[in-house]
């Protein structure tokens, strides 16, 4: 079986109809941004099939705007925390918090690989809207994006977290048993000390309903996050070409796109000469050079500023981009989001990288990644230090983008080419 044979049987195994799960086992739901990269690797041969993908995600959003980062469309006890926990309030049980909204510029990607589905993409524009205007009302910190939870980001466990996390202490959290380590090595996924606050933070929603404008008021966790503010930015100049697409007034949109411009500024650490995080509550940056900081060619901000960084972390280790910088005291190659590879921010990196004007960079992040994957498989992530899989395996968006991307038989989509 080739790469691509199997990168499709992957997505075919992980389809629950209409919706896939990240692998199975390990995570038995529909996740958000998860799924949207999905969708994207369905595209490759099956397009009706990548569109009920994202239509299926819709079909969880909570009456406020916001798209829950997990669906629970059928109960398995072999995770958690489950729907018990979470308590969540929209139409489908699901989490309280959100995901890095990528699904705007997918959907203009798609429509840009078969413009038989305008009707489609126009039916979902709406609620697109919803999902931005939810950010910007909640999570707008003079332009800058923040989340409440760690989970937001797709960004977990990452060095960003622990000067926050060190200031909480994670009180009425019940026992409780992971299940996560029964299926990925303890050495691979998150400490326990993470997951206390992890799930104190989840009771402090569920406790009040999850009422955003109480939890701007009480959370001790507010941090502006680069991985969420740079999808949103782009994401929202995307929602504007679909606007004016289908002759939609855009004022609202161009608004959020000026605001988001100015609040990259607030995510621009000078001392560091970096894009990171910017704990609200304490006042300062992380200091954490991550895969996350690249997405500013994502976004259209910055210029080259990152040139530097990115030159150096990727010659620090034979597999790139590490989700955490290997000269930071923090940098574990194997455990989660302390170090190892992710193919699909890997895939975001290389086209932003691509649109303004570095196709060399692209095309080395392009072979680098087709490399490891090819030479280890379809894992959750990958150890930066010799490629080898670790997390979950048979993953779902692994497969996505190399059949969208880094495949060098099928990664030829209309989006793709400048890669």
Not at 57 to 79: E, R, T
Not at 356 to 384: C, L, S, V
Request: hydrophobic share 40%; proline share 6%; aromatic share 12%.
């Amino acid at each position: 079986m080739t790469r691509d044979e199997e990168a499709r049987a992957i997505l075919r195994g992980n389809d629950r109809g209409g919706y896939t799960v990240p692998t199975d086992g390990l995570y038995p739901y529909q996740w958000n941004w998860d799924s949207v990269f999905a969708a994207l690797g369905f595209a490759e041969h099956d397009m009706e099939r990548s569109w009920q993908e994202i239509e299926t995600l819709f079909k969880g959003q909570w009456a406020n705007g916001m798209v829950p980062h997990i669906l629970f469309h059928k109960v398995d006890p072999s995770y958690f925390p489950g729907p018990d926990v979470w308590q969540g309030t929209g139409p489908i049980a699901s989490s309280g918090i959100s995901q890095p909204p990528i699904a705007g510029t997918f959907v203009r990607w798609l429509l840009e690989m078969d413009a038989g589905h305008a009707a489609r993409a126009e039916a979902l524009l709406p609620k697109l809207m919803d999902w931005h205007r939810w950010f910007m009302t909640w999570r707008n910190e003079s332009g800058a994006i923040v989340v409440t939870h760690p989970w937001e980001t797709g960004r977990d466990n990452c060095p960003d977290w622990d000067g926050p996390f060190a200031a909480i202490e994670p009180e009425g959290v019940e026992q409780y048993y992971r299940r996560d380590t029964t299926h990925v090595v303890e050495e691979e996924r998150p400490r326990r000390w993470d997951y206390d606050r992890y799930l104190h933070l989840v009771k402090l929603g569920a406790d009040c309903g999850w009422d955003e404008a109480h939890l701007r008021e009480v959370t001790p966790f507010r941090v502006a996050d680069p991985t969420m503010s740079f999808t949103l930015l782009r994401s929202t100049r995307d929602l504007k070409a679909l606007a004016e697409r289908f002759d939609k007034d855009t004022g609202e949109i161009d608004g959020w796109i000026v605001a988001m411009e100015a609040g990259a500024e607030r995510l621009w650490n000078e001392e560091a000469r970096t894009y990171d995080t910017y704990d609200e509550r304490a006042g300062r940056h992380s200091g954490v050079v991550s895969n996350a900081s690249f997405l500013s060619w994502y976004a259209g901000v910055g210029g080259d500023r990152m040139l530097p960084h990115l030159e150096r972390v990727c010659g620090m280790e034979p597999f790139f981009i590490p989700s955490t910088d290997p000269a930071h005291p923090a940098y574990e190659p194997k455990r989660y989001w302390r170090g190892p590879v992710w193919a699909m921010l890997n895939m975001l990196i290389a086209k932003g990288l691509a649109e303004q004007g570095h196709g060399d960079w692209a095309g080395k992040i392009t072979e680098n990644t087709r490399d490891m994957i090819a030479q280890n498989g379809f894992a959750e992530y990958f150890d930066p230090r010799d490629g080898a899989p670790a997390g979950g395996r048979n993953f779902t968006w692994t497969a996505a983008v190399w059949l969208a991307w880094a495949s060098p038989t099928t990664g030829r989509s209309t989006w793709a080419a400048s890669c």
